[in-house]
């Protein structure tokens, strides 16, 4: 069966883990790049929702010009 993953690119106004009811993570997508992949453990979190996983915004430490 096919899976999908929903990316939170939107580091200021970030409400797609609320929406979709997502587990409580200790960082996300900021924290994926800042740390690399070897520091930063897994960023995907579960909906809630059958085959739909969730990579949250993170933690707003750096602007987005510099994320990305």
Do not use: M, Y
Not at 9 to 31: A, N, R
Not at 34 to 61: C, H, K, M, V, W
Request: aromatic share 4%; net charge negative.
């Amino acid at each position: 069966s096919k899976s999908a993953v929903v990316i939170d690119c939107d580091i200021d106004h970030t409400l797609i883990d609320e929406l979709l009811s997502s587990e409580e993570k200790d960082g996300g997508l900021i924290q994926f790049i800042e740390d690399g992949a070897e520091n930063a453990g897994d960023p995907l979190g579960e909906t809630g929702i059958s085959r739909l996983r969730l990579i949250p915004s993170g933690f707003n430490s750096v602007t987005r010009v510099e994320a990305f």
